[in-house]
Every structure is written in structure tokens, then in C-alpha cells.
């Protein structure tokens, strides 16, 4: 089962579009659920999200002019419990002890964040912990290098097989990631 997580677009407040390199890769009809962390910012990138897959869950960001997206979401994908927030409510921004208070609050094995626009993923006491970083490699105020990322998890029963692509001097890169619930 193909989850494709993102965040952070800021479309068109801080960048006009999803690099080519990745809209190419992102075809309808491969995904079955979409995570994202927010700050999609407009309703014309939830619909492009929605012509990817029909099953999309987004969390509020800070610029989401959509109110009606939950601060925070728990999604069962097979096995894995995911838990989704922005980002924006922890402090320090990022910081891995205040994600951890998160997560035992959801009650996940998966806690996707975002709001650093940087790729993040490791594992403590046995949940996986991930930020796909901005997909657009938007603008952040916290660091000028931005590297734009998204992220695509293969779950197969107990295993998540997490890829990263990371456009990288105007060349896609794929990093592979696997976690195992305990």
C-alpha cells in the first residue's frame, strides 16, 4: 500500500508550483492515501492532491486558508496507526522529546510532523518519527538551504519501507528507510 507524505507547498505565497522533476512522478493512480502536514495554502493544491488519490488527510498549517482541516489526525494505514500534526504547536520547533509527548498523546506507531521544511525520519522507543520536509523546497524562516523532499511509504503488514527523494542539484535522489513495529 503506496502512502505518499508532504507538506509545507506554501503554494503560491512563497513558490509558484511542486518542482517538474516530482510532478512527474507523482501520476494518478499509484497512491492510495496522501498525508500531508499542511501549509498547502489554497484549495487548488488540495484538488491536485485529490487527482492523485482519493483518500487525502490533511492537518492545518500555520498559512492554510482552509479552515476546516483538524489540527491534528490519526489514520490507520494496515497495521500502522499514523498520527499527522503541522508542526507549528511544538516547541521547540522540530524538537524530538516534544514530538514523543505528541505521539503518546495520539497513541501511534507513525508521527509525521512538518513546519522545518527539512527532511527528518528516525526511530525512538520503537515509533517511527518522520517530516518529509517542504515539497516545493519553499522558503523557511529557521534555515536558507532548503532542499526540496517528499516522502513515499510502502506498507506491507508489520514493515514501512520509507522513501525520501530529495531534489538535489536540479537531480531527483532516492534514500530508502525501513522500519519494523516492534
Not at 524538537?95 to 514523543?100: P, Q
Not at 518519527?129 to 517528499?150: E, H, K, M, R
Not at 527523494?165 to 537531480?171: K, M, T
Amino acid at each position: 500500500m503506496l502512502v505518499l507524505v508532504l507538506g509545507d507547498l506554501h503554494i503560491p505565497h512563497r513558490t509558484n508550483s511542486l518542482p517538474p522533476q516530482f510532478k512527474k512522478l507523482l501520476v494518478p493512480g499509484r497512491i492510495q492515501h496522501i498525508l500531508c502536514t499542511g501549509n498547502l495554502c489554497t484549495k487548488e493544491s488540495f484538488d491536485y492532491l485529490r487527482t492523485l488519490a482519493n483518500d487525502v488527510h490533511v492537518v492545518k498549517g500555520d498559512f492554510d486558508e482552509m479552515a476546516s482541516y483538524p489540527d491534528q489526525k490519526v489514520v490507520t494505514v494496515g497495521q500502522f496507526r499514523i498520527g499527522v500534526v503541522h508542526g507549528h504547536q511544538v516547541v521547540p520547533w522540530g524538537d524530538a522529546e516534544s514530538l514523543a509527548v505528541i505521539n503518546r498523546q495520539l497513541d501511534c506507531d507513525i508521527l509525521i510532523s512538518g513546519h522545518t521544511h527539512k527532511f527528518e525520519a528516525y526511530e525512538q522507543e520503537g515509533k517511527f518519527y518522520v517530516n518529509p520536509g517542504s515539497a516545493t523546497g519553499a522558503y523557511s524562516a529557521l534555515d536558507t538551504d532548503i532542499t526540496p523532499s517528499f516522502i513515499l511509504m510502502d506498507i506491507q503488514s508489520t514493515t514501512v519501507v520509507t522513501y525520501v527523494y530529495q531534489l538535489i542539484d536540479g537531480e531527483v535522489k532516492v534514500d530508502r528507510i525501513e522500519f519494523k513495529k516492534p
